[in-house]
């Protein structure tokens, strides 16, 4: 079909439609390989000129703001420095951190991404060290395409990779050409590699941009016998790198491509100029970490693929238990049993949070490995548990010696999903027991049981089977953990972190050393939890209200605890604030049917976390009734006095829909066997912390009219 003029024929289409340049504004041009319209002028520096677009050296690149020296060309700073660092216009190596990138003590690594400790700056291919950064070099991945092992753009190259000495690499090119048309439909370019491996080698795949847009892989084995596939990062930028714990003998495929092409999430690209170089990299085969199977944690990070290896030693049983209270949510991953770092046993399901793991001898292999990642959330948190059968009417017990300022905590695991007893007593007393120490947080079973040591003593920790039946497995986890002190003055705040991985249920305690009278809040930073605190005599105090809990303080030291609701990997931070003023509304929709003739009525209760003494006070009502002179409404406050707002005094109005102190004031019943009514301001100046009670009476004899409280708001100030 012939086009007129700024017309192209669409063979997918059948008919004519307009050139990619005829959408584009003043100072734009179309490019074919994005399908988009991109700015045709670059600004360039001196001793530079403009070329197809880009800046070229002339001879040395010198760029104009905003832009970085990339290949030997200008390019936007940030396209080319990836987060954490910043643009240095006309430097060699452009990309350094920020200036506050990373702490103190740490040092940013270009190769990862990441802040990593000074100790452990190891700068790999593609980095140099400096100042104890490492920085890209982006020099060394033009060398490796200058002189690569394997050209994938040459005539007749087959594509095999042969996997070089350790310290060695073996480098590739290639090019993703624009997509073609193929039984209707269009396909997509990739480069198919393939090399033979062995189970047990560490490989490093490495992959960098030389145009292509996101350079992307898929890590697959050939054979039947094992399914595995791996990914590269999804947002990696324009180098993506991950190592590789293969799981046979056999030949592998190495496939490369844009990374959303790859994924199918967007439609087939390429271009000439989708040129890119890569590596791969036999590593030397990490030190497995060493894991106490008795209850103890392991924690790491997918991204970090060498220390995710774990080995359990001194097993009891051939049997053992992982519970894994944090699992990655930008990922996808896979638990692998290893019989010796040679032979690969089998690839597990984490999904559910619980694997176990059959048949084992003395020891067990475990790998945490990632099959794909897809944003910054890859840490996980287990636990593992080597438990014996435990018949009906037996019991675990255990002796801890505990320092004054420690605390034990408790946890049991079980295959039948069953509440144990548990408890926590010395020489005299039980301490703490509950019938339901259970394997989660439901309501039906609490997670754990905690005993804080205000001295030095010695308590035993019983787990006993009281179902009526035999369990075939249970696991028990003991945590003793020491407490920390934080000061608090009158307008001062402070804070405590736990900084280890925790999981469901567990806690963190802190010594609070109180130096004045009033009131304080206590959150927890950045995690779901609840939060509790102990006075000096051992009774609990204060309430809570948003996840916060607030206590009315005198001069002594209490103890305060946070208990996360989800495991989380980064610990948590218990905050303490001092709250000179506070003030409240809270508000309560109860929709309550009033009794006739029933005293005290209906009720309602609202709780006011913090309130040491009462300076203003009204309150909003809506109490429906056909005739509201029958109602008699009375509040009462946490200390027990109680008194009568609206008394009965006859007529025919319906409702009472306002606020007391403002437009409700209070009525004197005009029958005579009545107590008079006051005005809500008695409550001025009481101690207002507790639960208020709202009472609403319907005294008539007249009707037989039932009444409803629909909504109230206690409004207070009060100071701490």
């Not at 350094?96 to 270009?110: I, K, L, M, R, V």
């Not at 039980?430 to 039906?444: C, M, R, Y």
């Amino acid at each position: 079909e012939e086009c007129g003029d700024g017309q192209v024929h669409d063979a997918q289409l059948g008919r004519c439609v307009k050139k990619g340049e005829a959408y584009c504004g003043e100072g734009t041009k179309f490019d074919e390989h994005l399908g988009q319209c991109v700015v045709e002028i670059v600004e360039c520096g001196e001793e530079t000129t403009e070329e197809g677009g880009e800046c070229l050296a002339e001879p040395a690149v010198a760029c104009g703001e905003g832009t970085v020296v990339h290949q030997e060309v200008c390019r936007p700073a940030e396209d080319v420095c990836g987060p954490g660092t910043e643009g240095e216009p006309g430097a060699g190596d452009p990309c350094t951190p920020a200036a506050d990138a990373c702490g103190e003590g740490t040092s940013y690594d270009t190769a990862t991404g990441r802040c990593i400790s000074d100790a452990e700056i190891d700068c790999g291919p593609g980095t140099f060290e400096d100042r104890d950064l490492c920085l890209p070099l982006y020099g060394f991945y033009d060398e490796l395409a200058a002189d690569p092992d394997l050209d994938m753009t040459a005539d007749g190259a087959d594509g095999v990779i042969n996997l070089p000495d350790r310290g060695e690499l073996f480098s590739f090119v290639g090019t993703i050409d624009e997509p073609w048309m193929e039984d209707g439909q269009t396909v997509q370019d990739v480069d198919v590699y393939t090399f033979d491996g062995e189970a047990g080698q560490w490989l490093r795949v490495t992959l960098f941009s030389l145009g292509l847009t996101e350079p992307g892989f898929i890590v697959d084995f050939v054979g039947q016998d094992v399914e595995y596939r791996r990914f590269s990062d999804l947002g990696a930028g324009i180098e993506t790198s991950r190592d590789l714990l293969l799981p046979a003998d056999g030949a592998y495929e190495l496939v490369v491509s844009n990374l959303p092409q790859l994924l199918e999430t967007l439609s087939p690209a390429g271009g000439a100029d989708w040129h890119y170089v890569g590596y791969v990299e036999v590593l030397e085969a990490p030190e497995p970490l060493e894991v106490d199977p008795e209850g103890d944690g392991f924690s790491g990070d997918l991204s970090e693929e060498t220390s995710n290896l774990f080995t359990v030693d001194d097993l009891e049983s051939t049997r053992l238990d992982l519970i894994f209270d944090v699992l990655p949510t930008d990922a996808e991953a896979e638990l692998q049993l290893w019989s010796d770092a040679k032979t690969h046993r089998e690839s597990l399901d984490i999904n559910d949070g619980r694997v176990t793991l059959e048949g084992l001898d003395e020891s067990a292999l475990l790998y945490f490995d990632g099959v794909f990642r897809f944003g910054a959330s890859t840490d996980y948190v287990a636990s593992a548990f080597d438990g014996k059968p435990l018949g009906d009417g037996e019991a675990i017990v255990e002796q801890i010696e505990l320092e004054a300022g420690e605390y034990v905590g408790v946890f049991q695991f079980n295959d039948e999903n069953r509440p144990l007893s548990a408890s926590i007593s010395n020489d005299s007393d039980i301490l703490v027991a509950t019938d339901s120490l259970g394997i989660d947080g439901s309501d039906e079973a609490r997670p754990s049981l905690y005993w804080y040591a205000a001295n030095d003593e010695t308590v035993t920790v019983e787990i006993e089977n009281d179902t009526g039946e035999d369990i075939d497995f249970v696991a028990w986890e003991v945590l003793v953990e020491s407490s920390e002190s934080v000061g608090i003055s009158a307008g001062g705040a402070g804070e405590s972190a736990y900084t280890d991985a925790m999981r469901v249920g567990q806690r963190h305690y802190v010594e609070l050393e109180v130096d004045f009278q009033g009131a304080i809040k206590l959150s927890a930073r950045d995690v779901s939890a609840h939060v509790g605190a102990y006075d000096e005599e051992g009774e609990s105090v204060g309430l809570s209200l948003d996840g916060k809990t607030f206590v009315d303080v005198d001069p002594q030291t209490y103890v305060a605890y946070v208990e996360v609701k989800e495991g989380t990997s980064a610990g948590v931070t218990l905050e303490v604030e001092e709250m000179a003023e506070l003030n409240w509304s809270e508000s309560s929709e109860p929709g309550v049917e009033i009794p006739r003739g029933e005293s005290p009525g209906a009720s309602d209760t609202i709780d006011i976390p913090s309130c040491r003494t009462v300076e203003a006070i009204d309150m909003d009502v809506e109490i429906l009734h056909a005739q509201r002179g029958d109602l008699v409404v009375r509040l009462q406050s946490p200390e027990g006095t109680m008194y009568t707002l609206k008394a009965q005094h006859g007529g025919t109005e319906s409702d009472i829909i306002g606020n007391f102190n403002q437009t409700l004031g209070p009525n004197y019943m005009v029958l005579s066997e009545a107590a008079p009514a006051f005005a809500i301001d008695e409550f001025l100046g009481t101690h207002g912390t507790g639960t208020w009670t709202l009472f609403v009476a319907d005294v008539g004899v007249s009707n037989y009219v039932l009444g409803t409280i629909e909504s109230w708001t206690l409004n207070l100030e009060c100071s701490g």
